[in-house]
């Protein structure tokens, strides 16, 4: 039995609507298969654009706000309990007007039920939360049940209503509850990193291949966030990874990161074989965002490499890992142009869709960035200089007139 | 079925490249920074000046002919190797600067022909990266820096905002006029667009109603989101939209008292603009 507010049959329709979306920006399909699409695969759902949907969401969550705060200003709301009971209230209003709007105004990812979902929900959680903390519980016991409530609560909007993120909030807060259980850290990192790998598991094995496209892309984003979790629980050297690289480059003063040598050495083990793991998962079932995630966290082990063994770092660690990158994409390239028509094994690095264009990307941000980065990184102009004292940047942003 | 169909890494393979290039150069930055006395202003001159120049050689000897329009790249290294020879080639020259000063009190001048030299490789490799430095750099020119200075947006700043943004704006629009590299005007709108929202909106902020940087701000605003509009940008109708909101909220909240007349401003202002997004929404589908 499904609690989703949208069938199985409109989440289908959409998929393929996206797809073919990409393939007809990309130039795979002409204009008029893309209307034959678009005639076929109409959801019956009003949807909106990103940046509409960004603006609805600011908005609609700025209203909600304002509209909490002159009830609680002109009703005079006083004392835990009232609050309570206002945030109760509230929170279910607005969970039941966002149910509302998917069912008779068939909005779909349109930011204004998603505003109001999330809010809605998190003031029911503090409301309940309130009720709870007048039973004079201790705060350790409090945190936990406030965890299992929120999991719970943002789990059951994720299945209600579809939104990822929920789930994700879900699965951050249960991750709290192992933290509040009195255990020895290396106890609350076992259990955590357990529990995500239980459900990343659990989620791989319920897929077959009768499973539905939509939704083996949505456990692909679940699954790449599972990874990233565990991933996050196992890598003891993640907290200290820019202290290491770009600030004091001796090596850390407390052995094994304050955990028992055993724990430490297979968490050692473990940073190696989760990406790789993922890796091969991404790869055979062709899950790009499991694989994408495998990579960070296969690069972030190569970056925490040397803190884990000890050994001090160098000013030019950055750049070897640069390097190794390079190198490891070029390889990769290389391999697949070997391939008969520049695939290999199904994978080529060819661009077949291309990705939607709005004008800027990260990237080009980014590169803005860089020449005041760099300007950054260069040495104080030294005394004894001839001509010292000047500043500017080649391309550098820096210096005042 | 669909597993055997072909899987592309173009973009993964693009952005370890990019994530890499990025570590060198952190990297080389890093190392001259700690160790320049011990290696000496001949070698760290020689090999950015050498590396520099092996990348630029290398893009000329691969790269393709000039067109005026949108190309691909010979090859998914090499927008890459030209940010690299780009980036340095800007820790060079600021290398030199910042350890001789040769230009005394007209060093920022080695901004604008670093600049100049950044529109060019972008044009002729048709590079937006390059293209998104020389921008940065020409700012750099114009006086802004990644400080809490340019945050704190002094008289100064804002005239200087003002100006790069026109100057940015009538470059972009030469562009794209002339159709030479067409695609790089959303670039140049893009930075046109914050510096001179910013700058107008800081000046509405200190004078309100007395002076011109309210109108010019409604002016600009109303631009932005007709554009949007013509060209079904809707990036552009969202920087429309909240730098509009911005401004609209400096100038009434500050003739509003009171916490609840506060809170009736962000109920109304709020569903306001949910029900215009509404409109537009729902006119961009029509249009369709």
Same mark, same amino acid.
């Given at each position: !039995?499904?609690?989703?507010?949208?069938?199985?049959?409109?989440?289908?329709?959409?998929?393929?609507?996206?797809?073919?979306?990409?393939?007809?920006?990309?130039?795979?399909?002409?204009?008029?298969?893309?209307?034959?699409?678009? /005639? @076929?695969?109409?959801?019956?759902?009003?949807?909106?654009?990103?940046?509409? @949907?960004?603006?609805?969401?600011?908005?609609?969550?700025?209203?909600?706000?304002?509209?909490?705060?002159?009830?609680?200003?002109?009703?005079?709301?006083? =004392?835990?309990?009232?609050?309570?009971?206002?945030?109760?209230?509230?929170?279910?209003?607005?969970?039941?007007?966002?149910?509302?709007?998917?069912?008779?105004?068939?909005?779909?990812?349109?930011?204004?039920?998603? *505003?109001?979902?999330?809010? =809605? !929900?998190?003031?029911?959680?503090?409301?309940?939360?309130?009720?709870?903390?007048?039973?004079?519980?201790?705060?350790?016991?409090?945190?936990?049940?406030?965890?299992?409530?929120?999991?719970?609560?943002?789990?059951?909007?994720?299945?209600?209503?579809? &939104?990822?993120?929920?789930?994700?909030?879900?699965?951050?807060?249960?991750?709290?509850?192992?933290?509040?259980?009195?255990?020895?850290?290396?106890?609350?990192? #076992?259990?955590?990193? !357990?529990?995500?790998?239980?459900?990343?598991?659990?989620?791989?094995?319920?897929?077959?291949?009768?499973?539905?496209?939509?939704?083996?892309?949505?456990?692909?984003?679940?699954? /790449?966030?599972?990874?990233?979790?565990?991933?996050?629980?196992?890598?003891? @050297?993640?907290?200290?990874?820019?202290?290491?690289?770009?600030?004091?480059?001796?090596?850390?003063?407390?052995?094994?990161?304050?955990?028992?040598?055993?724990?430490?050495? #297979?968490?050692?083990?473990?940073?190696?074989?989760?990406?790789?793991?993922?890796?091969?998962?991404?790869?055979?079932?062709?899950?790009?965002?499991?694989?994408?995630?495998?990579?960070?966290?296969?690069?972030?082990?190569?970056?925490?490499?040397?803190?884990?063994?000890?050994?001090?770092?160098?000013?030019?660690?950055?750049?070897?890992?640069?390097?190794?990158?390079?190198?490891?994409?070029?390889?990769? %390239?290389?391999?697949?142009?070997?391939?008969?028509?520049?695939?290999?094994?199904?994978?080529?690095?060819?661009?077949?869709?291309?990705?939607?264009?709005?004008?800027?990307?990260?990237?080009?941000?980014?590169?803005?960035?860089?020449?005041?980065?760099?300007?950054?990184?260069?040495?104080?102009?030294?005394?004894?200089?001839?001509?010292?004292?000047?500043?500017?940047?080649?391309?550098?942003?820096?210096? =005042?007139? | !079925?669909?597993?055997?169909?072909?899987?592309?890494?173009?973009?993964?393979?693009?952005?370890?490249?990019?994530?890499?290039?990025?570590?060198?150069?952190?990297?080389? =930055?890093?190392?001259?920074?700690?160790?320049?006395?011990?290696?000496?202003?001949?070698?760290?001159?020689?090999?950015?000046?050498?590396?520099?120049?092996? +990348?630029?050689?290398?893009?000329?000897?691969?790269?393709?002919?000039?067109?005026?329009?949108?190309?691909?790249?010979?090859?998914?290294?090499?927008?890459?190797?030209?940010?690299?020879?780009?980036?340095?080639?800007?820790?060079?020259?600021?290398?030199?600067?910042?350890?001789?000063?040769?230009?005394?009190?007209?060093?920022?001048?080695?901004?604008?022909?670093?600049? +100049? $030299?950044?529109?060019?490789?972008?044009?002729?490799?048709?590079?937006?990266?390059?293209?998104?430095?020389? $921008?940065?750099?020409?700012?750099?020119?114009?006086?802004?820096? $990644?400080?809490?200075?340019?945050?704190?947006?002094?008289?100064?700043?804002?005239?200087?905002?003002?100006?790069?943004?026109?100057?940015?704006?009538?470059?972009?629009?030469?562009?794209?006029?002339?159709?030479?590299?067409?695609?790089?005007?959303?670039?140049?709108?893009? &930075?046109?667009?914050?510096?001179?929202?910013?700058?107008?909106?800081?000046?509405?902020?200190?004078?309100?109603?007395?002076?011109?940087?309210?109108?010019?701000?409604?002016?600009?605003?109303?631009?932005?989101?007709?554009?949007?509009?013509?060209?079904?940008?809707?990036?552009?109708?969202?920087?429309?939209?909240?730098?509009?909101?911005?401004?609209?909220?400096?100038?009434?909240?500050?003739?509003?008292?009171?916490?609840?007349? %506060?809170?009736?401003?962000?109920?109304?202002?709020?569903?306001?603009?949910?029900?215009?997004?509404?409109?537009?929404?729902? @006119?961009?589908?029509?249009? *369709?």
């Amino acid at each position: !039995m499904s609690i989703s507010l949208y069938t199985a049959e409109q989440e289908e329709r959409l998929f393929i609507w996206r797809e073919a979306r990409a393939w007809a920006r990309s130039g795979l399909i002409t204009d008029e298969q893309m209307g034959g699409i678009n /005639a @076929r695969t109409d959801p019956g759902l009003n949807r909106t654009n990103v940046f509409f @949907r960004i603006l609805f969401f600011l908005f609609t969550g700025s209203c909600v706000q304002a509209m909490i705060g002159f009830c609680a200003f002109v009703i005079q709301i006083r =004392g835990e309990i009232a609050i309570a009971w206002s945030a109760l209230a509230f929170g279910a209003a607005m969970v039941g007007l966002a149910e509302y709007l998917v069912r008779r105004k068939s909005l779909y990812r349109y930011g204004i039920e998603e *505003a109001l979902a999330l809010s =809605g !929900m998190a003031l029911a959680c503090t409301g309940i939360v309130i009720f709870i903390f007048q039973l004079h519980m201790e705060l350790r016991p409090l945190i936990t049940t406030a965890a299992m409530l929120a999991a719970a609560c943002f789990f059951w909007l994720y299945l209600r209503f579809g &939104f990822l993120y929920a789930a994700v909030i879900s699965v951050a807060c249960a991750c709290v509850v192992p933290f509040q259980l009195s255990l020895p850290p290396a106890g609350e990192r #076992t259990i955590v990193a !357990m529990v995500l790998a239980i459900i990343f598991l659990t989620s791989i094995r319920a897929e077959g291949s009768e499973t539905r496209d939509f939704r083996k892309e949505r456990s692909a984003l679940l699954q /790449a966030c599972l990874l990233a979790g565990i991933y996050l629980a196992v890598n003891l @050297r993640l907290p200290e990874l820019g202290r290491a690289h770009f600030g004091n480059p001796a090596p850390f003063d407390q052995p094994h990161a304050g955990f028992p040598p055993l724990f430490y050495w #297979t968490t050692y083990g473990l940073t190696f074989l989760v990406p790789a793991l993922g890796l091969y998962l991404g790869l055979k079932r062709r899950k790009r965002i499991v694989i994408n995630i495998s990579l960070i966290a296969a690069l972030l082990t190569l970056a925490t490499n040397k803190d884990y063994l000890g050994f001090e770092h160098y000013a030019w660690d950055p750049a070897v890992l640069g390097v190794v990158m390079v190198v490891a994409a070029i390889i990769i %390239m290389r391999w697949l142009a070997n391939g008969s028509q520049g695939v290999s094994n199904g994978f080529t690095a060819q661009n077949l869709l291309k990705s939607e264009d709005h004008g800027i990307n990260p990237a080009d941000l980014g590169a803005a960035l860089l020449p005041g980065a760099i300007q950054a990184n260069l040495p104080p102009s030294s005394p004894e200089k001839p001509f010292a004292g000047g500043q500017s940047g080649g391309g550098g942003a820096s210096s =005042g007139y | !079925m669909h597993l055997k169909k072909r899987y592309s890494v173009h973009q993964e393979l693009r952005a370890a490249i990019y994530i890499g290039v990025l570590l060198i150069t952190a990297g080389l =930055g890093l190392t001259i920074r700690q160790y320049f006395a011990q290696l000496g202003d001949i070698a760290i001159v020689g090999s950015l000046t050498a590396g520099a120049l092996a +990348a630029f050689l290398y893009c000329f000897v691969k790269g393709k002919p000039w067109s005026d329009g949108e190309f691909e790249s010979p090859n998914i290294l090499f927008d890459y190797v030209l940010l690299f020879g780009c980036k340095l080639y800007a820790a060079d020259i600021g290398y030199i600067e910042t350890q001789f000063s040769l230009l005394g009190d007209s060093w920022h001048d080695y901004l604008l022909v670093s600049a +100049a $030299l950044f529109f060019f490789l972008a044009y002729r490799f048709d590079n937006r990266l390059v293209l998104s430095m020389a $921008l940065s750099t020409l700012a750099a020119w114009f006086g802004f820096q $990644l400080s809490a200075r340019f945050v704190s947006f002094h008289h100064y700043y804002r005239e200087s905002a003002i100006a790069y943004s026109l100057v940015t704006f009538a470059m972009g629009c030469l562009s794209h006029r002339f159709a030479v590299k067409k695609h790089f005007f959303d670039i140049y709108l893009n &930075f046109t667009v914050h510096f001179l929202l910013v700058a107008l909106l800081s000046g509405v902020f200190e004078y309100l109603f007395a002076s011109w940087h309210l109108p010019a701000m409604a002016a600009a605003i109303a631009a932005v989101a007709v554009y949007s509009m013509r060209t079904r940008r809707f990036l552009y109708m969202l920087y429309a939209i909240l730098y509009g909101y911005a401004c609209l909220s400096a100038v009434v909240l500050e003739f509003t008292h009171g916490a609840a007349a %506060m809170y009736i401003y962000g109920i109304v202002s709020s569903l306001a603009v949910i029900g215009l997004i509404f409109v537009l929404s729902r @006119r961009f589908k029509e249009g *369709a």
